[in-house]
């Protein structure tokens, strides 16, 4: 509110300068072109005055909605007090009886009538929030009505630009001047948001693509470099603003969703053939002939960035061995250098806040993975980091960076759809092989970021009702998983340099996590618990089979952090299987709880099992792993409850999860390896299972009206003395909790030992036990 006020004071004290300035300095001036002049400026008083009052009656109208707003919210805390005060306890569910409630007051609400209430009192907040956004969208839309359409660029403007830059003198006018086109030709903030969600933005005034053409070809990669130097010499404010302008244009121009007004539009074919030829530069082609390796050593070595110019420098005699070798096979020095240049114009680009293009993030992709290629095939003779020993750092990093801002083009990378037209084009292991295995500066995040995007964008895209947003994710996640569970795949990344060798998690932990961020919303589809979207029951496995589904619990148990991503997400549907199962009649909550329990076993332990031979360590591993993974993460948990509505009623998932006794209930350590599932000895899953059941039925039913079950639960610590369950502290007996937790569940019509029979045969059909299997494998 404030600041839209502020917005319309600065133009309303703008248009008063410039009018009062204009009347004197015209006072004497007459004549056509003055009465022309005058007109012009009343035109544009009159549309600042009404840009102005929009500007105020938004913010008008937002005041109004945060009052109206708040005081319905008064309103529903009062009837929640007021329940409570009565002795009745409030939750997500309705209200129910307090462990004090003495009873209700003849002519006094009971339950029901104050839960309605509440209702009543919600609804009403949700009605004026409605009418409020429906009054600011309908000023919002005027306030577009009344703004003029932004000036047409001159075909020469660029051209004009560039040589004011390159004069030799850069003035705070000429900045001015600079950076006010750079943001005409540009996007603002909800443009930018609008692109990244995948959308097409219509925003840029007339000739907007032919200037940043020119500008762009005009400059060529090394003339942006130059300027962008420059700039961040200067320091400025103004000089940085144009600097981050600078390396936003490259990407408006490349891409295919950015138009201007008469539907010109960006693309990959608009960029300056050198800034495509630095992408597509590979070992001998043809985009690098023409490089000449500079004569001398000092000359050689001015061309280098100062990171490879030191580690050169600090051996003695390796700058001149790189310098001859370079002039030796200059094939070999051309593509090194390309490689560098390209590090550093994408190192720069990537400071903007824009999108790129699906064409031009695609083929970042496609050079990220040949660099890598390349730097893993030293020693073969073939490599020019054989011929010339220069290490180049984090260049396939800085592209990936670029590119994985557009999720479309990861989206195209992991389907081995480039052009995005629903037909597999190459061979996505060639491109994401070289990427994963790869052993990065950074341990794989920048890779990660073709992955790690899926889990969040299907919570936004459903809280915005955008159901192509969401398929888009859901398919991305299924093509991952896919890649991830093909057994050569599968092999490779738990043996990354060879035959018992080091594990994905080992090498590259950063991308297992993206790998884990990415997924762990799709556990559903991994248990083939959900089959309503884009990933079909058996996308990934066929019917009885999980073997790819273990695959990947395995590569996530590689990495501790990973691990524990994925056992807290496990943690929160595994509440909500306990949930569906007694809301019921379905038996299928039991059966999903066991096949993801068992899921999550056989990873750590298939993990443990490739990475160690000694069978003492093997159970190290484990263990250990076992308490990381089910450590459980509060922030997962509350993510996924909100990005995922399944999981928005299920009882208990915003509890202190981080306490030893709530981690130990969720799945208890195995201290002994011969008393776990996998010799069918269920025991420690029992006591845990039926508290999750017992607290979700206590959250739909309210407790049980025996007073002898309510006093056990007391005696045994499962209940607190504010009426709230807890799993009890310390080392409870496990058969008393699940005994107590039976009976409580036997008196709402409930049967464990139901539940318990088929999260068994579920548990079975991914993990046979060792009476049916000598590996759990």
């Known amino acids: 509110m404030i600041s839209t006020e502020s917005v319309a004071t600065r133009l309303e004290d703008a248009r008063d300068s410039i009018h009062a300035s204009t009347n004197d300095l015209w006072s004497a001036w007459t ?54 005060r009565a002795g009745f306890t409030v939750g997500d569910g309705g209200v129910t009886a307090g462990p004090d409630f003495t009873g209700v007051y003849e002519g006094e609400p009971d339950a029901a009538a104050h839960w309605g209430m509440i209702q009543d009192a919600l609804r009403v907040i949700g009605e004026v929030d409605d009418d409020h956004a429906r009054r600011i969208t309908g000023i919002v839309s005027n306030l577009i009505d009344v703004t003029p359409s932004p000036a047409a660029f001159s075909p020469d403007e660029a ?32 443009s930018l948001d609008e692109l990244a969600k995948g959308k097409v933005v219509t925003a840029l005034p007339a000739g907007a693509f032919s200037y940043l053409e020119n500008l762009y070809g005009e400059a060529g990669a090394d ?46 074919d608009r960029l300056p053939q050198d800034v495509r030829d630095l992408v597509g530069a590979r070992p001998g082609s043809a985009q690098l002939d023409g490089y000449q390796v500079p004569p001398t050593l000092s000359a050689f070595m001015d061309t280098l960035p100062p990171d490879i110019r030191s580690e050169l420098e600090s051996e003695p005699g390796a700058a001149a061995t790189a310098h001859r070798n370079a002039l030796a096979d200059p094939a070999d020095a051309a593509y090194i250098d390309s490689v560098i240049r390209g590090r550093e ?19 970042l992709v496609e050079s990220a993975a040949s660099q890598a290629s390349v730097l893993d095939t030293p020693g073969s003779g073939t490599s020019p980091y054989d011929t010339i020993p220069i290490t180049v750092g984090h260049a396939g990093e800085s592209m990936l960076d670029v590119a994985t801002s557009n999720h479309d083009v990861s989206a195209r990378v992991l389907a081995g759809d480039l052009n995005g037209d629903g037909r597999t084009d190459i061979q996505r292991d060639d491109i994401l092989t070289p990427l994963f295995t790869h052993a990065w500066d950074d341990g794989g995040e920048s890779a990660g970021r073709l992955t790690n995007w899926m889990t969040h964008e299907i919570g936004d895209a459903h809280a915005a009702g955008d159901p192509a947003r969401a398929d888009r ?31 994905i998690g080992e090498v590259n932990p950063g991308l297992v996590r993206a790998f884990a ?20 029951e058996d996308n990934l496995d066929s019917p009885n089979s999980n073997e790819n589904a273990r695959r ?59 990475m160690f031979d000694d069978r003492a360590r093997i159970d190290e591993f484990v263990q250990q792993r076992r308490e990381d993974t089910f450590n459980t993460n509060y922030t997962i948990i509350r993510n996924l409850v909100a990005l995922d509505p399944r999981l928005s009623g299920t009882v208990g998932l915003l509890m202190d999860v981080n306490s030893t006794s709530i981690r130990d209930t969720f799945v208890p350590a ?31 039913y309210g407790l049980p009206d025996d007073p002898t079950i309510v006093d056990d639960l007391r005696t045994l610590g499962l209940l607190r003395s504010d009426g709230t369950l807890t799993y009890p502290s310390g080392d409870p007996s496990l058969d008393k909790i699940t005994d107590l937790a039976d009976r409580t569940l036997e008196t709402h019509g409930i049967d464990f030992s139901t539940f318990r029979e088929h999260y068994i045969d579920a548990y079975g059909s991914v993990a046979p036990t060792t009476r049916e299997s000598s590996s759990p494998r």
């Open 670 to 700: 195995f201290d002994n390896p011969e008393l776990t599932p996998f010799t069918g000895d269920f025991s420690r899953y029992s006591a845990p299972n039926a508290y999750n059941l017992l607290e979700n039925a206590v959250g739909r």
């Open 159 to 190: 051209a004009h630009d560039w040589a004011m830059l390159t004069d030799g003198t850069v003035t705070s006018e000429d900045l001015g001047r600079f950076t006010t086109n750079l943001a005409a030709a540009g996007l603002d903030p909800q």
């Open 223 to 268: 003339g942006v470099m130059e300027l962008q130097q420059q700039l961040l010499a200067d320091g400025s404010t103004s000089a940085l603003d144009a600097r981050d302008s600078l390396a936003n244009g490259i990407l408006t121009l490349s891409n295919e969703h950015v138009r201007d007004v008469d539907d010109d539009r960006g693309g990959w």
């Open 552 to 610: 990947i619990f395995t590569l996530m148990a590689t990495d501790q952090e990973s691990s524990a991503i994925f056992g807290s997400a496990a943690t929160a549907f595994g509440r909500y299987y306990a949930d569906d199962f007694v809301e019921g009649p379905s038996y299928l909550g039991a059966s999903n709880a066991g096949r993801l329990q068992a899921l999550l076993d056989t990873g750590i332990y298939n993990a443990g099992r490739e």
């Open 473 to 503: 994710a859901e398919l991305a996640a299924l093509h991952l998983s896919q890649y991830l569970s093909h057994e050569a795949s599968f092999d490779r990344l738990m043996d990354v340099h060879g035959e018992n060798t080091s594990s």
């Open 345 to 363: 114009f994408w190192d720069f680009v990537g400071t903007g806040n824009g999108t790129p293009g699906a064409e031009l993030g695609t083929k």
């Open 517 to 536: 961020d990415g997924l762990h919303g799709y556990i559903p589809e991994l248990v083939r618990a959900d089959a309503s979207g884009a990933w079909k």
């Open 31 to 84: 004549g056509i072109a003055a009465d022309a002049a005058a007109d012009h400026l009343d035109r544009e008083r009159k549309s600042d005055t009404n840009i102005s009052y929009e500007l105020r009656e938004i913010a008008s109208a937002t005041r109004r909605a945060d009052e109206d707003l708040a005081h319905a919210a008064r309103v529903a805390l009062d009837r929640i007090a007021a329940a409570e």
